[in-house]
């Protein structure tokens, strides 16, 4: 059945009840999903690497800056979900976008920065989603084959079938309307990182507890000399540093995970989302504090960049395809929580410039077995397809785009996750300049700047080593 839908038949009879104050459909979700779409967008395969980056600071440098960074990021995600609402936080105007806050506080020429940092890091991490996905699958095949003829066969697996496939299912998962919808995924996803953390975790408590290698740890982390040079010691310890601080990020998503959070008279939407931020900080926290620490013990200084796509783990076997898989399953969900706020930005911009299209802004509803009514847009379908060829074409032709991730990274780092939510409060708050708080904000900015510079740095170099070493057609763990 094929029923057509324009935005104007919202407008009169009993489907007024399911509109919001302001025309747009009733908003569902709770401090629950906003939970897990940020574990979702947060606790990423990432947490296996923060061995390695551990490993690079040691002991004292490692811990510090997880718990650091760690508070950075909560405060200035406190900040930034006041501005959901302009001008009162509780009671003004909704801002859909991360776009629309900086707007409605900043305007100017900060609000096309914004986008241009929030827009190209989510296109950057779709890319990479996709090739780590494919990374892990290539994984468990590998893992299958070193258990059959040993741990030194060649057992070279490409990855772009796994490409192919992934970027398949995201054609289909990306038919799902908008981030509202978003939630029964992200919970999918959050329940697969939790599984394949605790598997890395347990890998390394029980390695630790077997003490079967003589494994090497300091104080300060690799030693130069033995480990490593002393500019590869400068140039691993400013990645290491940038890795840290990205790993936390989610502000290039915040307010549109907050714009899934029903209203409530009594816990309005910036409540929520801060209880909603605390708990799904403190929990990446706690998960990043112990995988990295564990396995950095588990590892040593020789600690792998990710101990189960590349092999710190041989056995069980079975245990290594399983959290692999779990790995992969996270980065459908991860993929999409990433891809919808880019999604939503192209539809509603091309919806406001051709408003009287109706291949763009009408819709059919199609009654689906075991599903109920869908409603498909042309517009949506084509555009979200041919989005997730052209990623899945682009991380087939450029394997090493991973790289090209930490300098995203860093490039979007500094604006979105510190400079815009302080300068937001402060405009807000209509903060004296000068004053003791404007003076810590600032400082705060600043030492983010640095943190943000020196990690790019160190992000070219380990692109122009990656290129140097790159063999097309090669398999690229």
């Given at each position: 059945?094929?029923?057509?839908?324009?935005?104007?038949?919202?407008?009169?009879?009993?489907?007024?009840?399911?509109?919001d104050d302001d025309g747009r459909f009733k908003r569902t979700g709770t401090w629950v999903t906003a939970s897990a779409h940020i574990i979702t967008a947060v606790i990423g395969s990432g947490v296996l690497s923060l061995a390695w980056?551990?490993?690079?600071?040691?002991?004292?440098?490692?811990?510090?800056?997880?718990?650091?960074?760690?508070?950075?990021?909560?405060?200035?995600?406190?900040?930034?979900?006041?501005?959901?609402?302009?001008?009162?936080?509780?009671?003004?105007?909704?801002?859909?976008?991360?776009?629309?806050?900086?707007?409605?506080?900043?305007?100017?020429?900060?609000?096309?920065?914004?986008?241009?940092?929030?827009?190209?890091?989510?296109?950057?991490?779709?890319?990479?989603?996709?090739?780590?996905?494919?990374?892990?699958?290539?994984?468990?095949?590998?893992?299958?084959?070193?258990?059959?003829?040993?741990?030194?066969?060649?057992?070279?697996?490409?990855?772009?079938?796994?490409?192919?496939?992934?970027?398949?299912?995201?054609?289909?998962?990306?038919?799902?309307?908008?981030?509202?919808?978003?939630?029964?995924?992200?919970?999918?996803?959050?329940?697969?990182?939790?599984?394949?953390?605790?598997?890395?975790?347990?890998?390394?408590?029980?390695?630790?507890?077997?003490?079967?290698?003589?494994?090497?740890?300091?104080?300060?982390?690799?030693?130069v000399g033995v480990d490593v040079s002393g500019s590869e010691k400068v140039w691993r310890t400013l990645q290491a540093i940038g890795d840290i601080a990205f790993a936390y990020?989610?502000?290039?998503?915040?307010?549109?995970?907050?714009?899934?959070?029903?209203?409530?008279?009594?816990?309005?939407?910036?409540?929520?989302?801060?209880?909603?931020?605390?708990?799904?900080?403190?929990?990446?926290?706690?998960?990043?504090?112990?995988?990295?620490?564990?396995?950095?013990?588990?590892?040593?200084?020789?600690?792998?960049?990710?101990?189960?796509?590349?092999?710190?783990?041989?056995?069980?076997?079975?245990?290594?395809?399983?959290?692999?898989?779990?790995?992969?399953?996270?980065?459908?969900?991860?993929?999409?929580?990433?891809?919808?706020?880019?999604?939503?930005?192209?539809?509603?911009?091309?919806?406001?410039?051709?408003?009287?299209?109706?291949?763009?802004?009408?819709?059919?509803?199609?009654?689906?077995?075991?599903?109920?009514?869908?409603?498909?847009?042309?517009?949506?379908?084509?555009?979200?397809?041919?989005?997730?060829?052209?990623?899945?074409?682009?991380?087939?032709?450029?394997?090493?785009?991973?790289?090209?991730?930490?300098?995203?990274?860093?490039?979007?780092?500094?604006?979105?996750?510190?400079?815009?939510?302080?300068?937001?409060?402060?405009?807000?708050?209509?903060?004296?300049?000068?004053?003791?708080?404007?003076?810590?904000?600032?400082?705060?900015?600043?030492?983010?700047?640095?943190?943000?510079?020196?990690?790019?740095?160190?992000?070219?170099?380990?692109?122009?080593?990656?290129?140097?070493?790159?063999?097309?057609?090669?398999?690229?763990?």
């Open positions: 059945m094929f029923v057509e839908k324009i935005p104007g038949d919202y407008e009169n009879g009993d489907v007024n009840k399911n509109l980056a551990v490993a690079q600071l040691g002991w004292v440098g490692g811990p510090a800056a997880l718990v650091v960074f760690s508070f950075i990021t909560y405060f200035t995600s406190t900040l930034l979900a006041d501005a959901y609402r302009a001008p009162d936080p509780v009671n003004g105007q909704r801002n859909y976008t991360y776009m629309d806050a900086v707007r409605a506080y900043l305007g100017g020429r900060k609000v096309q920065l914004c986008g241009l940092a929030q827009y190209m890091n989510l296109t950057g991490i779709t890319i990479g989603y996709t090739i780590t996905s494919s990374i892990s699958m290539v994984a468990v095949k590998r893992s299958n084959c070193f258990h059959k003829h040993g741990h030194h066969a060649k057992c070279e697996t490409s990855n772009y079938p796994f490409m192919v496939i992934f970027g398949c299912i995201q054609i289909l998962l990306s038919q799902i309307p908008n981030f509202a919808k978003l939630s029964w995924l992200s919970i999918i996803a959050s329940v697969m990182s939790f599984a394949y953390s605790f598997i890395g975790l347990g890998l390394s408590i029980a390695k630790v507890a077997g003490g079967e290698d003589d494994v090497r740890t300091t104080l300060t982390g690799v030693v990020s989610f502000s290039n998503v915040l307010i549109e995970i907050q714009d899934t959070i029903k209203w409530s008279p009594v816990v309005p939407e910036n409540k929520s989302m801060k209880r909603a931020t605390a708990i799904g900080v403190s929990t990446t926290t706690i998960f990043y504090v112990l995988c990295g620490l564990v396995g950095y013990a588990a590892f040593g200084n020789d600690a792998p960049g990710n101990f189960l796509t590349g092999f710190g783990f041989y056995e069980p076997f079975w245990l290594i395809d399983f959290a692999n898989i779990c790995i992969a399953i996270h980065l459908l969900g991860a993929y999409q929580v990433f891809a919808q706020p880019l999604f939503g930005f192209v539809e509603g911009w091309c919806s406001r410039r051709w408003p009287g299209n109706r291949f763009i802004t009408s819709e059919q509803a199609v009654r689906v077995p075991f599903y109920g009514v869908y409603y498909i847009n042309l517009f949506r379908l084509v555009w979200r397809t041919t989005y997730v060829i052209v990623t899945a074409l682009v991380a087939m032709l450029f394997p090493f785009f991973n790289n090209f991730l930490g300098l995203i990274g860093a490039g979007s780092f500094w604006p979105l996750v510190v400079y815009f939510p302080i300068e937001i409060h402060i405009a807000q708050t209509k903060m004296a300049k000068y004053s003791f708080k404007w003076m810590w904000l600032k400082i705060l900015t600043w030492a983010c700047l640095i943190v943000s510079l020196i990690a790019a740095a160190a992000s070219v170099q380990g692109l122009i080593q990656s290129l140097q070493a790159y063999k097309p057609f090669q398999l690229q763990d």
